[in-house]
């Protein structure tokens, strides 16, 4: 199974319509998924007593995560770096084996022209340290507010083709790390 995390609570979101988008993408290829939004997280998570025991309600995202054969992070780029709620989503979950060893493929949106380069970037960093299996094709959306249109549809071509291909090649990527078929 492929999760699909997007990297905001804020509801109604862009990215949230771009995690949609990379959804179907692996759909289309027949592997299962399932989408996490953070915007779905529970409130409860965010009082100081669940770094030393996290809240009943999220338990949904944690075991998602330890199920899934890799994880897509799809983020925007918040104030030239990753929302503070991605990384504290991270921080929550549990050490070192949420994500040892296993693979995670990045997509950055952003109203800038970078795309959410930064961070990307900075996720690859945590990542790494963390000791997940990086998939190197990273797809950037600079300007987002002009590839999608009010129905959250892409304007062009080009950007699907670009998600449907890293969607192949990673799902190629984590067949040969676990040797299990996802299809």
Partial sequence: MI????GTNRHGSNTHKVA?????????LGVKTQLLDLADMPPEIFAPTSYAEKPAAF????????????????????????PGVLKYFIDMLPFPESFEQRPVC???????????????E????????????????RVFMPGIGKLLDAAGQFTSDDIPKRL????????????????????
């Fill in 164 to 183: 449907d291909k890293q969607a192949a090649g990673f799902v190629d990527f984590v067949e040969k790390l676990r040797v299990k078929k996802l299809r």
């Fill in 20 to 28: 949609t988008r990379v959804e179907a993408s692996y759909k289309a």
């Fill in 106 to 120: 990045f997509v950055g949106l952003a109203a800038g022209i970078w795309g959410a380069l930064r961070p990307v």
């Fill in 122 to 137: 900075q996720l690859q960093a945590i990542f790494g340290y963390r000791n997940a299996l990086i998939f190197p094709e």
């Fill in 3 to 6: 999760v699909i995390l997007s």
């Fill in 59 to 82: 338990k949904k995202f944690t075991d998602a995560i330890l199920a899934a054969d890799g994880v897509v992070i799809v983020t925007p780029e918040y104030n030239g770096g990753v």
